[in-house]
Structure formats: structure tokens, C-alpha cells
């Protein structure tokens, strides 16, 4: 009878702790299952956040895509019209300096020949002036001998001496000069052995 009682209970302790197992497997899925079920719920929300964000971002992308190709349209229009400004400005540029270049030129040969026509005319002058400044001093030189042969006082032969010293003198300036002695003959009035003495003695 003890046996029975003892085997009793323990088959009834058995029964215990198996309910008692069973009990806390099924509250631990319950568990289980509900914490799959939240993290099913919070990934769902995650997902639609994603989504609602994947869709924010494809949108701020499509407008930033047009702006730049409005952009992009608007520089090229701004680029095409300043090539279009700085070709003009550079033919005109061009064009300028082409009508400087033919105007300076112009002027600086005007100016050129001018200049020269000038300096012809002021080398003839001079030569002119030259060529009377001796005529000049000839004629004074001639008008004194004049003078002094016209005077009494005077003895003629110092007059003959003086004027063939001034002679004498011309001579070996010319003879200086590099003149011919032809020349020099011919325009003193002295002969060629006297020429040929003064330049020997020269």
C-alpha cells in the first residue's frame, strides 16, 4: 500500500514538473513570438521610413537633375553669347588697329616726306647762304683792295705785296682743301710753279 502511494506521488510529481515544464516551453514561445512579432512590426516600420526616405531622396534628386540641366542650359546660352561678344569685339579690335596701322603709316610717311622736302630745302638755303656768305666776303675783300689801291697814301707796292700774300694765303687753303692745282691757277691768277711751291711748303 505504501508503495503504491509513494509510486503515486511520484508519478504525480512527475505529472507536476512535466505540466510545470510544458507550462514555462509555451509561456517562452509565447514569448518568443511575441518578440518576433514586435521586431517583425518595428522592421516593417523601418522598411516604410526607409521607403518614405528612398522616395524623399529620389525626388530632391530629380529636382536637383533639373536644375542642373536648367543650369547647364542657361551656361551655354551665357557661354555661346559671350563667344559670340568676344569674337566681335576682337574683329573689331582687329579692324581698329588695321585703320591705326594704315593711318600712322600714312601720316609718319606724309610726315617723312615732309621732313625730307624740309631738310633739301634747308640744305639748298644753306648752300645758298654758303655760296653768298663767299661771294660776299670776295666782293668785301675785293671792294678793300679797291679801296686801298685808290688810296694815295698808301704805296702801291705794299698793296701789290699784301694781295699777293692774300693770294698766296687762299692758295695753300685750297691746296689744304685737296684742291687741283689747275684750278687753283686758274682762279688766283698764279702759274703752276708757284701752286707747286706753296704746296711744297704747305
Same mark, same amino acid.
Given at each position: 500500500?505504501?508503495?503504491?502511494?509513494?509510486?503515486?506521488?511520484? =508519478?504525480?510529481? +512527475?505529472? !507536476?514538473?512535466?505540466?510545470?515544464?510544458? !507550462?514555462?516551453?509555451?509561456?517562452?514561445?509565447?514569448? %518568443?513570438? /511575441?518578440?518576433?512579432?514586435?521586431?517583425?512590426?518595428?522592421?516593417?516600420?523601418?522598411? #516604410?521610413?526607409?521607403?518614405?526616405?528612398?522616395? #524623399?531622396?529620389?525626388?530632391?534628386?530629380? *529636382?536637383?537633375?533639373?536644375?542642373?540641366?536648367?543650369?547647364?542650359?542657361?551656361?551655354?546660352?551665357? %557661354?555661346?553669347?559671350?563667344?559670340?561678344?568676344?569674337?566681335?569685339?576682337?574683329?573689331?579690335?582687329?579692324?581698329?588697329?588695321?585703320?591705326?596701322?594704315?593711318?600712322? /603709316?600714312? !601720316?609718319?610717311? %606724309?610726315?617723312?616726306?615732309?621732313?625730307?622736302? *624740309?631738310?633739301? *630745302?634747308?640744305?639748298?638755303?644753306? *648752300?645758298?647762304?654758303?655760296?653768298?656768305?663767299?661771294?660776299?666776303?670776295?666782293?668785301?675783300?675785293?671792294?678793300?683792295?679797291?679801296?686801298? +689801291?685808290?688810296?694815295?697814301?698808301?704805296?702801291?707796292?705794299?698793296?701789290?705785296?699784301?694781295?699777293?700774300?692774300?693770294?698766296?694765303?687762299?692758295?695753300?687753303?685750297?691746296?689744304?682743301?685737296?684742291?687741283?692745282? =689747275?684750278?687753283?691757277?686758274?682762279?688766283? %691768277?698764279?702759274?703752276?710753279?708757284?701752286?707747286?711751291?706753296?704746296?711744297?711748303?704747305?
Amino acid at each position: 500500500m505504501n508503495n503504491i502511494v509513494i509510486i503515486a506521488c511520484i =508519478g504525480f510529481v +512527475f505529472l !507536476l514538473l512535466e505540466a510545470v515544464f510544458f !507550462l514555462t516551453c509555451f509561456r517562452w514561445l509565447s514569448n %518568443g513570438k /511575441r518578440i518576433r512579432e514586435k521586431e517583425f512590426a518595428r522592421l516593417d516600420q523601418e522598411r #516604410a521610413e526607409l521607403m518614405e526616405l528612398q522616395q #524623399a531622396v529620389s525626388r530632391e534628386l530629380s *529636382q536637383a537633375k533639373k536644375l542642373s540641366e536648367e543650369t547647364l542650359a542657361k551656361l551655354k546660352r551665357v %557661354g555661346a553669347d559671350a563667344h559670340a561678344e568676344w569674337t566681335e569685339m576682337t574683329q573689331k579690335c582687329e579692324t581698329l588697329m588695321n585703320e591705326l596701322e594704315d593711318k600712322t /603709316r600714312h !601720316l609718319a610717311e %606724309g610726315s617723312l616726306n615732309q621732313i625730307n622736302r *624740309q631738310k633739301m *630745302q634747308l640744305e639748298k638755303a644753306c *648752300q645758298i647762304a654758303s655760296q653768298t656768305h663767299s661771294e660776299l666776303s670776295e666782293a668785301t675783300t675785293s671792294a678793300k683792295r679797291i679801296l686801298r +689801291f685808290l688810296d694815295d697814301n698808301i704805296p702801291s707796292d705794299e698793296i701789290l705785296k699784301e694781295l699777293q700774300a692774300e693770294k698766296y694765303a687762299e692758295a695753300r687753303r685750297l691746296i689744304h682743301e685737296g684742291k687741283d692745282a =689747275g684750278m687753283i691757277c686758274r682762279k688766283l %691768277g698764279l702759274s703752276q710753279s708757284e701752286v707747286q711751291l706753296l704746296s711744297y711748303m704747305g
